[in-house]
């Protein structure tokens, strides 16, 4: 081999050199780089359109197998992680089984701290929450057996002086703290028997109609003032009585705002109408008590609706 031809044979041996040293690095650097796995992936997206790759593990939805037989297709990831975790060899159990919280609550709710407060009577005669209404009359022979007549201002028919000996003691304290504060108050009416209901009721019906009369708290039977419990309020100067101004008065704000702490509640509030059955009189305050009244007036209810009547 002459000195040409050798060094032509060794330069051929250093390029093959110098190409496996390229091709080596290459690799190396793919390796690290973790090109190789992006050629992989260039390689099968081919046979998968871009819009088909399958998903992540951590995002994977579970195949038919995995779901529910009745899977509830409303049921958010917030629902699903608040109850046991699943695990991944063994498939979710079916709703039939063990109902979501959302069922449960639809078909069991549990009952409102109010109302599991609520155990008054509102049925018997002597009751203090007894209701009395034009669809919940009384026996026309029933009088309260403790009626005396309360120390306080009020019109001279002994028919209407009375109330239940508590309602009474309770105004009397009311009228007491009202005047206190500038408000001179006088009962108007308290008891009225059923016969005076009767007589009270043609009044009305003679002065300004059937309807109008069947409006108003003076059905026989159906009128909380034969329990005793029931008061019609004014002033002593007379303004509004009995009237709807008497809501325009400092002496209706005052009651509005205190009565229920002497146990007294508005009966017959604006816009109620159609759950009372009674048009509406600020002048008429009902005895309650003052743990019922406190509810009732906190509640901001009648008490058809504090009672689950309406």
Request: glycine share 6%.
């Amino acid at each position: 081999m002459n000195r040409n031809t050798e060094k032509s044979f060794f330069s051929k041996i250093y390029v093959v050199i110098a190409l496996l040293i390229a091709i080596l690095g290459l690799l190396l650097y793919l390796i690290l780089s973790g090109g190789a796995d992006r050629i992989q992936q260039a390689i099968s997206s081919q046979d998968h359109p871009a819009h088909t790759v399958t998903p992540d593990a951590d995002t994977q939805q579970p195949d038919e197998s995995q779901k529910p037989a009745t899977a509830d297709a409303s049921k958010t990831p917030e629902s699903s992680a608040s109850t046991e975790p699943q695990k991944t060899d063994e498939p979710s159990e079916s709703p039939s089984e063990e109902p979501s919280e959302s069922g449960k609550e639809s078909t069991s709710p549990e009952p409102t701290e109010e109302a599991a407060k609520i155990t008054d009577d509102i049925d018997s005669n002597d009751s203090l929450t007894k209701i009395v209404s034009p669809a919940r009359t009384i026996d026309p022979a029933y009088v309260p057996a403790d009626l005396v007549v309360p120390d306080v201002p009020y019109i001279l028919d002994e028919n209407q002086n009375f109330m239940r000996r508590d309602a009474a003691e309770a105004m009397e304290r009311m009228f007491a703290a009202a005047a206190e504060e500038g408000h001179e108050l006088f009962l108007i009416s308290g008891y009225r028997s059923y016969d005076f209901q009767k007589e009270l009721q043609k009044f009305w019906i003679t002065q300004k109609g059937k309807k109008y009369a069947a409006e108003l708290d003076s059905m026989p039977g159906g009128s909380e003032h034969q329990l005793g419990l029931a008061a019609d309020i004014g002033t002593t100067d007379g303004c509004c009585e009995l009237d709807v101004c008497f809501a325009e008065t400092q002496a209706y704000a005052w009651l509005k705002e205190n009565a229920w702490k002497y146990g007294y509640i508005e009966r017959y509030p604006s816009g109620k109408q159609e759950i009372t059955g009674i048009t509406y009189s600020p002048w008429n305050f009902r005895y309650v008590g003052t743990d019922a009244a406190e509810r009732i007036y906190h509640s901001g209810k009648t008490m058809e609706e504090y009672y689950n009547l309406s």
